[in-house]
């Protein structure tokens, strides 16, 4: 299973990016797939999460209506649109998968990572 997350960059407060994750290795309909984020000095967070096949997704109360999670299982990517972005959206971005017997949007127990990728956001 490899995940590669790209996209990230330094964009002003109220910019949009787009981060992608390439995934391969694994049948990714079997997979959800979320992306996390670390800023420094605080504790990894989950952001926002896509189940393998129904499109159902879960975002943290924080990006809700700003960030947009999409999949497409045959060219295995996952990408996480992000408009409006503030300064307290910068950190590092990671990807992550994890296998499910039923489809479902949950970010925990994610079982593999990929590396991040750096958003910062100017204020």
């Known amino acids: 299973v490899q995940l590669q997350a790209s996209g990230g960059g330094l964009v002003q407060s109220g910019g949009s990016l787009r981060l992608s994750c390439a995934a391969s290795g694994f049948i990714m309909k079997t997979y959800s797939i979320g992306w996390f984020r670390q800023a420094p000095g605080k504790e990894r967070e989950a952001v926002s999460c896509?189940?393998?096949?129904?499109?159902?997704?879960y975002y943290a109360d924080s990006v809700k209506g700003r960030f947009t999670i999409s999949r497409d299982n045959p060219s295995g990517t996952v990408v996480l649109d992000m408009s409006n972005l503030k300064p307290e959206d910068t950190a590092v971005y990671y990807c992550?998968?994890?296998?499910?017997?039923?489809?479902?949007?949950?970010?925990?127990?994610?079982?593999?990572w990929g590396k991040g990728t750096l958003v910062t956001v100017s204020s």
């Open positions: 992550a998968s994890k296998y499910t017997i039923v489809p479902n949007p949950a970010c925990d127990a994610m079982s593999y």
């Open positions: 896509i189940s393998g096949t129904d499109g159902r997704t």
